[in-house]
């Protein structure tokens, strides 16, 4: 493998990340958006990998440059939990960064996935908030304490998770049925319209 230079351009990363993975990539795609009110410009690289190749993914990444990673954001999305781990590649290069969002679906009848702590230590702390909160098993995570819930608090409920494991009998309504069904708006609280 040719020697890469950093700073690369966006086009630059897709091929590389491509090249790296092969048939390991489901989806790929680039964007460019402005943000802010100087509308910088912010370039993303969308990346779906198979659980399987998701710490190739990562040591591609790695090859580069150590990645910082920004967070890994989880959510319940029916019959799997996506993760996302937000990283940025070509820092250190202001105005050049990228960043780099490796997907991955774990089913939910077996929500694992291997740690990456070993590649970038940091990890650790996202690692655990979502075991806590979306029931994730991190395979070989050196910490698998709780981080955010209090230990009182149920091992088989997730904050995060929509499903029966899930947080529904462990919510309270403060107000009655009728009420939670139908919020007041706050145009209606302005004008005391919720008061009739």
């Known amino acids: 493998m040719k020697e890469i ?3 690369l351009e966006l086009e630059e990363m897709k091929e590389y990340l491509e090249e790296e993975l092969g048939d390991g990539i489901q989806e790929i795609d680039t964007e460019e958006i402005k943000k802010g009110l100087k509308n910088t410009p912010m370039k993303l690289i969308w990346l779906k990998v198979d659980r399987d190749d998701f710490r ?13 990673l920004s967070v890994t954001s989880g959510s319940d999305r029916g019959d799997v939990i ?6 940025s590649v070509n820092y250190g ?3 050049d960064e990228i960043s780099v969002n490796l997907k991955v679906h774990l089913p939910k009848d077996d929500p694992t996935i291997p740690t990456i702590t070993d590649l970038i230590p940091g990890a650790i702390t996202t690692e655990r908030e979502k075991q806590e909160f979306l029931g ?17 608090f149920p091992e088989d409920k997730y904050p995060w998770r ?11 309504y403060v ?3 009728e009420e939670a069904a139908n ?3 706050a145009a209606n609280k302005r004008r005391g319209e919720d008061d009739e």
């Open 56 to 68: 190739n993914a990562v040591k591609s990444i790695s090859k580069l440059q150590v990645p910082h």
């Open 183 to 185: 919020p007041p708006t």
């Open 162 to 172: 929509w499903d029966d494991k899930g947080m529904e009998d462990q919510s309270r």
């Open 136 to 152: 994730v098993e991190v395979i070989d995570i050196p910490d698998s304490r709780r981080l955010w819930l209090d230990e009182v």
């Open 5 to 7: 230079e950093l700073p």
């Open 82 to 87: 996506e993760l996302i781990y937000h990283f």
């Open 93 to 95: 290069f202001p105005g």
């Open 175 to 177: 107000h009655d049925k």
